[in-house]
Protein backbone atom coordinates (compact mmCIF):
# COMPACT_ATOMS: atom_id res chain seq x y z
CA UNK A 1 0.00 0.00 0.00
CA UNK A 2 1.33 3.29 -0.93
CA UNK A 3 2.24 5.68 1.40
CA UNK A 4 2.24 9.91 1.74
CA UNK A 5 3.82 12.34 2.85
CA UNK A 6 2.68 16.35 2.34
CA UNK A 7 4.94 18.91 2.81
CA UNK A 8 4.59 22.91 1.46
CA UNK A 9 2.36 24.39 3.41
CA UNK A 10 3.13 27.79 5.63
CA UNK A 11 2.01 30.88 6.42
CA UNK A 12 1.35 33.33 3.68
CA UNK A 13 -0.66 36.65 3.02
CA UNK A 14 -3.79 36.90 1.18
CA UNK A 15 -3.14 37.19 -2.63
CA UNK A 16 -0.14 35.06 -2.18
CA UNK A 17 1.00 31.28 -3.59
CA UNK A 18 2.22 27.91 -1.91
CA UNK A 19 2.92 24.96 -3.83
CA UNK A 20 1.97 21.82 -2.09
CA UNK A 21 3.62 18.59 -2.41
CA UNK A 22 2.18 14.93 -2.14
CA UNK A 23 5.38 12.10 -2.06
CA UNK A 24 4.17 8.95 -2.23
CA UNK A 25 6.04 5.74 -1.55
CA UNK A 26 6.12 3.64 -4.92
CA UNK A 27 5.30 4.25 -8.82
CA UNK A 28 2.04 7.27 -8.70
CA UNK A 29 1.00 5.72 -12.30
CA UNK A 30 -0.38 2.55 -10.34
CA UNK A 31 -2.10 4.03 -7.53
CA UNK A 32 -5.43 5.28 -9.82
CA UNK A 33 -6.52 8.77 -7.93
CA UNK A 34 -4.82 11.01 -5.56
CA UNK A 35 -6.61 13.76 -4.27
CA UNK A 36 -6.11 16.88 -2.13
CA UNK A 37 -8.26 17.63 0.77
CA UNK A 38 -8.81 20.27 3.09
CA UNK A 39 -10.47 20.41 6.53
CA UNK A 40 -10.75 23.63 8.59
CA UNK A 41 -11.51 23.82 12.44
CA UNK A 42 -15.41 23.69 13.07
CA UNK A 43 -15.93 22.62 8.82
CA UNK A 44 -16.31 19.47 6.75
CA UNK A 45 -13.17 18.37 5.07
CA UNK A 46 -13.90 18.92 1.16
CA UNK A 47 -12.55 17.43 -1.82
CA UNK A 48 -9.93 20.54 -3.51
CA UNK A 49 -8.64 18.51 -6.83
CA UNK A 50 -7.97 15.43 -7.38
CA UNK A 51 -6.02 13.56 -10.29
CA UNK A 52 -6.22 10.21 -11.89
CA UNK A 53 -2.75 9.02 -12.30
CA UNK A 54 -2.62 7.05 -15.51
CA UNK A 55 -3.57 9.45 -17.64
CA UNK A 56 -2.87 12.96 -15.32
CA UNK A 57 -6.26 14.00 -16.10
CA UNK A 58 -7.55 16.46 -13.50
CA UNK A 59 -10.54 17.31 -11.43
CA UNK A 60 -10.90 21.27 -9.62
CA UNK A 61 -13.28 21.40 -7.56
CA UNK A 62 -15.46 23.61 -5.20
CA UNK A 63 -14.00 27.54 -4.57
CA UNK A 64 -10.29 26.75 -5.47
CA UNK A 65 -11.18 26.10 -8.71
CA UNK A 66 -9.56 28.56 -11.18
CA UNK A 67 -7.24 29.57 -8.79
CA UNK A 68 -5.63 26.19 -7.53
CA UNK A 69 -4.11 23.65 -9.77
CA UNK A 70 -3.21 19.49 -9.38
CA UNK A 71 -0.42 17.74 -11.75
CA UNK A 72 1.94 14.84 -11.51
CA UNK A 73 5.63 14.44 -12.12
CA UNK A 74 6.00 10.81 -12.42
CA UNK A 75 9.62 10.89 -12.37
CA UNK A 76 9.45 12.08 -8.31
CA UNK A 77 6.30 9.86 -7.84
CA UNK A 78 4.93 13.22 -6.44
CA UNK A 79 1.62 14.88 -6.80
CA UNK A 80 1.18 19.27 -6.49
CA UNK A 81 -1.26 21.64 -5.52
CA UNK A 82 -0.27 24.96 -6.64
CA UNK A 83 -2.28 27.25 -5.06
CA UNK A 84 -2.66 30.78 -6.03
CA UNK A 85 -4.58 34.03 -5.19
CA UNK A 86 -4.94 33.06 -2.05
CA UNK A 87 -7.71 34.30 0.60
CA UNK A 88 -8.02 33.73 4.25
CA UNK A 89 -10.84 31.42 3.67
CA UNK A 90 -8.35 28.71 2.58
CA UNK A 91 -6.50 28.55 6.05
CA UNK A 92 -7.01 24.66 6.38
CA UNK A 93 -5.00 21.54 6.90
CA UNK A 94 -4.39 19.81 3.92
CA UNK A 95 -4.09 16.52 3.11
CA UNK A 96 -3.52 13.91 -0.15
CA UNK A 97 -5.22 10.94 -0.14
CA UNK A 98 -5.26 7.50 -2.67
CA UNK A 99 -7.66 5.80 -3.78
CA UNK A 100 -8.14 2.70 -6.02
CA UNK A 101 -9.30 3.63 -9.65
CA UNK A 102 -13.59 2.97 -10.10
CA UNK A 103 -14.31 4.07 -13.58
CA UNK A 104 -13.98 7.50 -12.06
CA UNK A 105 -12.34 9.05 -9.12
CA UNK A 106 -14.35 9.71 -6.15
CA UNK A 107 -15.15 13.25 -5.02
CA UNK A 108 -15.64 11.90 -1.29
CA UNK A 109 -12.68 11.23 0.93
CA UNK A 110 -14.76 8.10 2.60
CA UNK A 111 -13.61 6.19 -0.52
CA UNK A 112 -9.84 7.37 -0.54
CA UNK A 113 -8.26 4.60 2.01
CA UNK A 114 -4.49 5.93 2.20
CA UNK A 115 -3.91 9.30 4.01
CA UNK A 116 -0.81 11.61 4.25
CA UNK A 117 -0.29 13.52 8.01
CA UNK A 118 -1.07 16.84 6.38
CA UNK A 119 0.01 20.03 5.94
CA UNK A 120 -0.84 23.40 7.62
CA UNK A 121 -1.85 26.33 5.09
CA UNK A 122 -2.84 29.72 7.16
CA UNK A 123 -3.38 32.96 5.00
CA UNK A 124 -3.25 35.87 6.90
CA UNK A 125 -5.92 39.21 5.67
Known amino acids: QVQLVESGGGSVQAGGSLRLSCAAS????????IGWFRQAPGKEREAVAI????????YHLGSGKGRFTISQDNSKNTVYLQMNSLKPEDTAMYYCAAATWQGYCPHSGALYNTWGQGTQVTVAS
Open 26 to 33: GNIYSVGC
Open 51 to 58: IYTASAAT
